[in-house]
């Protein structure tokens, strides 16, 4: 059975290097060529960061160097990394004493192998990102930490979606030294501090301007200025309530009240998410392993941020679902996983409506079975069991890091974030 999965969604995977994807891609090869004829550094503008734009580049120049298309090359390369996470997937099962199978839940999911059709290259920081919690295992010295932060490194150059990951350990050390005097874990974050410094000093010897890469990390919640883009999350039904028939046009710079905009109190939520989740962490430090609680980490840092935070795409939940994927063996409750398995078939279709397989024969009929399923209705109902499906595995992340002998009452924190949100709405809309 797990090899005939396995042939199964790697034809499906090949099948899909032939056709265009999401009208993303010829952007991604445009940048790409940019970076290839005039060189990065008058190139580069930001969105996404350095070396995601030298992978475009790449692609661009075995392009040019062979017979097939940009974006052939580039699903490609995405190919590789899909390759990669699963082999990941399956080495994290194993040192967990987990079943390996359950990887092919990521091989054969419709949700992903959707992303791969549609050609998004979330793939592509995700296999770094999953990379580091493998590599966390050896966690307990500096030098593990320092080890397990170099995909995190690369992963920081590539993506916005890696930004809270790295927020996220840095809060991380904080708590540790806080609570235990522990500094191991500044490890994680020294190669993507150097990184980011060495390319600052590149495009300070290149052009002149050190700031250029701080800049473009600073301006990432500005390019798409909305509440969501298409991502079914705790703004979408805000957003849909102000403007039904285009969610995705609200700005989320509109101000609630005084000052404080959408994107302020999106801000404020993710963060105290995120906060409240790693103070618990410190508190407890001997509740998981090293890799475990890097796992837990990054899985909370995920979700949060594309389901509290505005401005999310149909796509920035990727990463998150690829880490819900390990959960499932490693806490098998029916409750849990029924939450899992809704939020992976929302994603599926979430996208499917949207887009369909991207630009093939198939699409077209993809697309329209699940854009007549996507009736207002419909998507608002559907999006409200998946944020209730959020906060549920909020809590069971806390369940987690908890000590055996002082466990938490149950869903009280997801119970607390849900009614924080609810209420913010509530005031939302009476204002």
């Not at 970076?35 to 475009?56: R, S, T, V």
């Not at 899909?82 to 092919?104: E, H, T």
């Not at 080890?147 to 991380?172: D, R, S, T």
């Amino acid at each position: 059975m797990f090899a005939t999965l396995f042939v199964f969604g790697t034809a499906l995977r090949i099948m899909s290097l032939f056709y265009m994807g999401v009208s993303d891609m010829p952007e991604y090869v445009r940048w790409g060529t940019c970076a290839y004829e005039e060189g990065l550094a008058k190139a580069y503008h930001g969105i996404y960061f350095p070396l995601q734009y030298q992978i475009f580049q790449l692609c661009v120049a075995l392009s040019d160097w062979s017979v097939l298309e940009p974006y052939m090359i580039l699903k490609g390369v995405n190919l590789t990394f899909d390759f990669g996470i699963l082999f990941v997937l399956i080495r994290l099962l194993r040192a967990w004493k987990l079943r390996a199978s359950y990887a092919l839940l990521y091989w054969c999911h419709p949700w992903f192998l959707a992303i791969t059709f549609l050609g998004y290259i979330d793939v592509q920081y995700s296999f770094f990102i999953l990379s580091t919690v493998y590599l966390a295992r050896k966690e307990r010295s500096f030098r593990g930490a320092f080890i397990a932060g170099i995909p995190l490194g690369l992963a920081f150059l590539m993506k916005p979606q890696a930004e809270i990951l790295v927020l996220a350990c840095g809060l991380y050390f904080v708590s540790q030294w806080l609570y235990h005097r522990e500094w191991r874990s500044l490890g994680f974050l020294i190669m993507p501090s150097l990184f980011f410094i060495a390319y600052s000093v590149f495009f300070f010897v290149q052009v002149g301007d050190i700031t250029r890469v701080t800049s473009s990390y600073l301006a990432v919640a500005s390019a798409y200025p909305c509440l969501t883009a298409s991502m079914l999350n705790i703004w979408y039904p805000l957003a849909y309530f102000f403007v039904p028939t285009g969610f995705h046009l609200y700005p989320d710079t509109n101000l609630i009240v005084g000052l404080i905009s959408y994107r302020t109190v999106g801000i404020i939520l993710t963060f105290m998410a995120l906060t409240t989740f790693i103070v618990k962490i410190g508190k407890a430090p001997q509740a998981l392993e090293g890799d475990r609680r890097t796992y837990v980490l990054f899985t909370c840092a995920a979700m949060v941020l594309p389901m509290l935070m505005t401005c999310a795409h149909e796509n920035h939940f990727y990463l998150s679902c690829i880490l819900l994927v390990i959960l499932l063996p490693l806490v098998p409750s029916l409750f849990y996983a029924a939450g899992i398995h809704y939020l992976l078939l929302l994603q599926a279709f979430n996208i499917l409506s949207l887009y369909g397989l991207g630009r093939n024969a198939l699409s077209k009929y993809v697309w329209m079975v699940f854009d007549n399923l996507r009736t207002p209705t419909f998507t608002l109902i559907a999006t409200i069991i998946g944020c209730m499906c959020f906060f549920s595995l909020y809590n069971l992340l806390f369940e987690l890091v908890s000590a055996p002998q002082r466990r938490i009452r149950r869903f009280v924190p997801g119970l607390i974030l849900f009614a924080t949100v609810l209420a913010i709405e509530v005031i939302c809309v009476a204002i």
